[in-house]
């Protein structure tokens, strides 16, 4: 009884290690990626603001005087068709 118990503990220990080092490489690779989206794209933002009620994208680049093609330029990250109140839309900035 003690000694199957304690063969059970190994397994269940053995289970555990292998599912923290998947954690682990999972988590390295997505920051991998992550990395890698951020060192391709060079936009620098120099002002957010927080989407309200009703807004969208055009209206947003309209209000802050930037044409849609600035706009989706320092907003790579945004998808028009799904904004939402209080994102955080980029309204100023560059695109080396
Ligand atoms: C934006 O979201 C819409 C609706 O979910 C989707 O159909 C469209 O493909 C998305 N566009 C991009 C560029 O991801």
Do not use: H
Not at 36 to 47: F, L, M, N, Y
């Amino acid at each position: 009884m003690a000694k199957r118990s304690s063969k059970l503990s190994i397994f269940f220990n053995l289970a555990l290690v292998l599912s923290l080092l998947l954690i682990i490489s999972t988590m390295a690779e997505s920051r991998l990626i992550f990395n890698a989206i951020k060192a391709s794209s060079k936009v620098s933002c120099d002002s957010v603001i927080g989407v309200k009620s009703g807004e969208t994208c055009t209206e947003i680049a309209a209000k802050f005087k930037l044409s849609t093609t600035v706009f989706d330029a320092i907003n790579p990250n945004i998808n028009c068709s799904k904004i939402f109140v209080g994102q955080w839309v980029c309204i100023d900035g560059s695109v080396n």
